[in-house]
């Protein structure tokens, strides 16, 4: 905005302010705030009042300040009042580094919002608080708003009550999908069918109680399922669930519904043809951002082919893989011959490890694991079968099935199912990537 533009803000803040100020630094102020730091005019007034001595409340409508339930994805700066709900830390890596991070969910009356702190020094955040938050960004990811808190935005306490006790278990916001899981999600309704529903008896504290456990699929991916109450549910059932609360195990986030859940058993049908039981193809970066996956399908660029790879002797007690004929818990003994593949893939977004058992070792080589030994031993080479991996597999594009865990050195990827594709993945990964944060 150039000066003539500026100038009737410039008046009202000079208007405000009296002589806690000159006009002409308050002109300077706005104009560096609003062109260098391209920031909301609104939030620049606020700032720029509160820095001076003014009250921010004094100017516009009070603030450039948003309801959650207004939130369209697309804002480049917006103020929100919101109590924080949950508060979850994550390690995730960006350009080859490590970088802290914390999501989680926020809320007003109007409704909830995914979070990302991206800058976790300057912005340290309390669950249960109420905060004013001011130059935020949101970006759209598959349909839903989300709130980014990166270098610009600034955080405050407020006194304010906000009555999101009772917010009705959708928190005024869109159903989410099984790859929208995440450690600490609370207040979740989702849809999806249910497989391999169990009854289980157990002992809490000092009592017993039924509880329900399984497995729930949407055409992302699938996820387990533990209902703490008795509820009867038959394999194929379609439902949605109101009111359930996400914790993980090695990263996988699981399905938890507690006495306040709802199970809503739908019409046969009603979720649409879901007789594909092959979730959508996700980004590596997604699924690092979710922690893990019970079920995800990926594309990737094999990058690296690791030491460990090829033919290894297993302890045949605890199959642990050898050392010098030793296995770490029963010592010396006689190994039994395995195959793996441990490697890197990446699509672009981001790189995982990946683990190939025997079976899928054999598919991808075209190598039988006798086949395998007589190579090794007639060349007298243990990194024969290594070496042919990366002769094979090296900068070719896969398509892998499987599960993800996480653990302190990050996401695994334990495949189940593997094909070669041809085509450009780092394209494919970024038209991915774009999809779902709403650019088209």
């Not at 359930?244 to 519904?257: C, E, F, H």
């Amino acid at each position: 905005m150039d000066r003539e533009e500026l100038a009737p803000h410039v008046d009202e803040l000079t208007r405000v302010l009296g002589d806690k100020a000159d006009k002409n630094k308050i002109a300077e102020e706005l104009e560096k705030y609003v062109n260098l730091y391209r920031v909301s005019l609104e939030w620049a007034k606020r700032d720029i009042l509160k820095k001076m001595g003014g009250n921010p409340d004094s100017v516009g409508d009070g603030s450039g300040r948003k309801s959650v339930a207004d939130l369209t994805g697309d804002e480049q700066s917006v103020d929100l009042l919101v109590k924080v709900l949950t508060v979850n830390p994550k390690t995730i890596e960006v350009g080859g580094a490590h970088k802290s991070i914390v999501y989680g969910y926020m809320a007003d009356e109007s409704g909830r919002v995914q979070y990302t702190v991206w800058e976790t020094e300057s912005v340290q955040l309390k669950q249960g608080s109420t905060i004013l938050i001011r130059n935020a960004y949101t970006k759209e990811y598959k349909g839903v708003p989300q709130l980014n808190l990166g270098n610009r935005a600034s955080v405050e306490e407020s006194e304010e009550i906000l009555d999101v006790a009772d917010m009705p278990s959708g928190g005024g916001s869109a159903e989410v999908k099984v790859a929208d899981l995440a450690d600490g999600m609370n207040y979740v309704v989702i849809s999806g069918k249910v497989s391999k529903p169990e009854k289980r008896e157990i002992t809490a504290s000092g009592e017993k109680k039924t509880i329900v456990t399984g497995v729930l699929s949407d055409d992302t991916g699938s996820a387990e399922l533990t209902v703490w109450k008795d509820a009867e549910l038959k394999d194929g059932d379609e439902v949605r669930i109101v009111g359930a609360y996400v914790k993980s195990w090695k990263g996988m986030p699981k399905l938890n519904l507690g006495d306040k859940a709802d199970i809503q058993v739908l019409a046969k049908g009603t979720l649409g043809d879901m007789t594909s039981s092959v979730p959508k193809v996700r980004t590596l970066e997604d699924v690092e951002l979710s922690g893990g996956a019970m079920d995800v399908v990926v594309r990737g660029t094999m990058v690296d082919v690791r030491e460990g790879s090829g033919l290894v002797m297993r302890c045949p007690d605890c199959r642990r893989v050898l050392q010098k004929s030793t296995c770490r818990v029963h010592g010396k003994v006689k190994g039994t011959d395995d195959l793996r593949i441990k490697a890197i893939l990446d699509d672009g977004t981001s790189s995982m490890s990946v683990i190939f058992g025997k079976e899928l070792t054999e598919q991808l080589l075209n190598i039988s694991i006798e086949e395998a030994v007589k190579i090794t031993t007639d060349e007298r080479n243990p990194e024969a079968v290594k070496e042919m991996a990366e002769e094979k597999m090296f900068a070719r594009t896969l398509e892998v099935r499987g599960m993800v865990r996480s653990d302190d050195f990050g996401p695994m990827l334990i495949a189940r199912d593997a094909r070669f594709l041809e085509i450009d993945v780092r394209e494919e990964g970024a038209k991915l990537l774009a999809d779902m944060e709403g650019f088209q």
